[in-house]
């Protein structure tokens, strides 16, 4: 089956600091979700891309999709403690059903914001 | 509305105790997922069902089962529960299709002794 990879599994940076994470698909993606879990809580979702060559802004946070389908960053400037947790992103596979769909995690980066 | 909700949010279990991991949303939803979330191991699918009468397997189901006599609820089953099911547990929900967003509970936190 499909499999989504993230890098980093862990990133350390000092408020201020910028900080990336990497997403890679198996497969061409018709579109890639992101989702932040704060410590001790649950993902929630932030954006979809859809497009080739997407990019968005939310803030500080700036979200690409690759040309190809298959890759997807995101991108922090300027870290603020309000940025720690995790940061997963989530790509649709066809399951069993016609026409049904599952999101296939990465395994996620945790971020961590040294005040 | 109330979006996702679990209960408990904390549960202790014995070895071989069994027990069902509640979860309920209000949104209509026709999809509804179980994870479990495991430290380095991302979230990990064990059952999704894509409406009601409707469950299939994911990534981990062995020890748990489900089902979905209705859209609202999908109850998660542990039959005799082993300290290797100590985890985060999330229920999830979103409509059908590639495209639509997940929304999560907010949890369980099983340990099993």
């Known amino acids: 089956g499909q499999q989504v990879m993230q890098i980093p599994q862990y990133q350390h940076v000092q408020e201020g600091e910028d900080f990336t994470t990497y997403c890679n698909s198996s497969t061409t993606l018709s579109n890639i979700q992101w989702y932040k879990q704060r410590p001790g809580g649950h993902p929630v979702f932030l954006i979809q891309l859809v497009k080739s060559g997407e990019v968005k802004k939310q803030k500080r946070l700036t979200f690409q999709f690759g040309e190809a389908k298959k890759n997807s960053s995101l991108h922090i400037t300027a870290t603020q403690t309000t940025d720690v947790g995790t940061y997963f992103c989530?790509?649709?596979?066809?399951?069993?059903?016609?026409?049904?769909?599952?999101?296939?995690f990465g395994k996620g980066t945790k971020l961590s914001v040294i005040p | 509305n109330a979006g996702v909700t679990q209960t408990p949010k904390f549960q202790v279990l014995k070895t071989g105790q069994s027990m069902t991991l509640q979860c309920a949303q209000d949104m209509n939803h026709e999809y509804m997922s179980w994870y479990r979330q495991d430290p380095g191991m991302g979230l990990r699918l064990i059952h999704y069902s894509v409406g009601a009468g409707i469950t299939d397997q994911g990534e981990v189901p062995n020890g748990y089962n489900v089902s979905r006599s209705t859209t609202e609820d999908f109850p998660l089953r542990l039959l005799s529960a082993a300290p290797s099911q100590t985890s985060v547990y999330f229920c999830?929900?979103?409509?059908?299709?590639?495209?639509?967003?997940?929304?999560f509970g907010p949890g369980t936190r099983l340990t099993v002794l």
């Open positions: 989530a790509g649709p596979e066809s399951s069993s059903g016609a026409g049904s769909y599952q999101l296939t």
């Open positions: 999830a929900s979103r409509r059908p299709g590639q495209y639509n967003e997940q929304f």
